[in-house]
């Protein structure tokens, strides 16, 4: 019984340490800059353009299409 328990909690640190890394990787810009994402849905929505304004990557309105060039295609 006691070797159930050590192996769970080995596995849940281990659980615990990759969630935290995987978060903080992937708010390493806000958590660097202080700045917020940029090129999400939630920026992109027609509906929040009250609160968030136009599109924060390439400047379009809701009702334009996007203003950024077409990127190459990686092969």
Do not use: H, W
């Not at 070797?3 to 849940?12: G, H, I, W």
């Not at 994402?37 to 009702?63: I, Q, W, Y």
């Amino acid at each position: 019984m006691s070797a159930f328990v050590s192996e769970f909690l080995y596995l849940f640190v281990i659980i615990f340490v990759v969630f935290g890394v995987c978060f903080v990787l992937i708010n390493l810009r806000q958590v660097v800059t202080g700045n917020e994402f940029r090129g999400t849905c939630a920026s992109n929505n027609p509906m929040l353009k009250n609160k968030v304004g136009d599109c924060e990557v390439c400047g379009k309105k809701p009702d334009e299409d996007c203003q950024m060039p077409e990127m190459p295609q990686v092969r």
